[in-house]
């Protein structure tokens, strides 16, 4: 809730900065599935929405049991504190169609020099606590709810992206799924691409 009110906060401050110019939201990854949450309670803040690395909130049949799995977690090593099983129940899955893999990253681009910057990069790659696990896993299921989409401004232009092998989308199945969900709601303006 604290990132998502952030979010917001940034949006008005453009707005009182810049009045009148049109803003468009990007959001990758776990910052998309803050945007599409944004998408149905202050959509009137953006002109139009491009979601990165997304995927639709009931795309993982298996995220039910992770919400179980991220509990008990948190009970055993404490909800500030990261679980190694976490992440390799995410991450490590997302780097297996990357074997021989160089490094426990490679996942994230077909560039190595990228992947080598984001490892030397100190803000990135770290493991993240239990907790934001399972905040994260508990506001998928929202993001697919009927009642929320319907919500969603009917003329509000989507743009859904991904690279054609990113684990996270899966590659196609989770942005047919999100694109899908949007154009059952009723959005007028939704298209998605995959780049390889």
């Known amino acids: ?36 949450q944004a998408m149905w309670e202050r959509a009137s803040l953006w002109r139009g929405v491009a979601l990165s690395a997304s995927t639709s909130g009931v795309a993982n049949p298996l995220a039910p049991i992770g919400r179980v799995v991220a509990r008990v977690e948190r009970m055993r090593v404490g909800a500030a504190k990261p679980s190694k099983l976490l992440t390799k129940l995410s ?3 997302f780097n297996r169609a990357f074997k021989p ?17 984001y490892l030397a990069d100190p803000w990135c790659g770290f493991d993240v ?33 991904s690279g054609s092998r990113d684990p996270v989308t899966g590659p196609v ?14 959005l007028r303006d939704v298209t998605w691409k995959l780049y390889d």
Do not use: C
């Not at 401050?13 to 009045?19: Q, V």
């Open 173 to 186: 199945k989770g942005l047919q799924k999100l694109s899908d969900s949007y154009q059952a709601a009723g």
């Open 91 to 93: 991450f490590g899955e």
């Open 129 to 161: 606590t239990t907790q934001l696990w399972i905040d994260l896993l508990d506001a998928l299921p929202p993001l697919a709810d009927p009642n929320n989409l319907a919500r969603i401004p009917k003329e509000l232009p989507v743009y859904l992206l």
């Open 1 to 36: 809730r604290v990132a998502l009110d952030d979010l917001y906060a940034v949006a008005q401050r453009i707005e009182e900065d810049h009045p009148g110019v049109p803003r468009v939201l990007f959001a990758h990854s776990m910052g998309s599935f803050m945007a599409q």
């Open 101 to 117: 893999a160089r490094t426990e990253y490679d996942w994230l681009s077909r560039d190595p020099g990228e992947v080598d910057r």
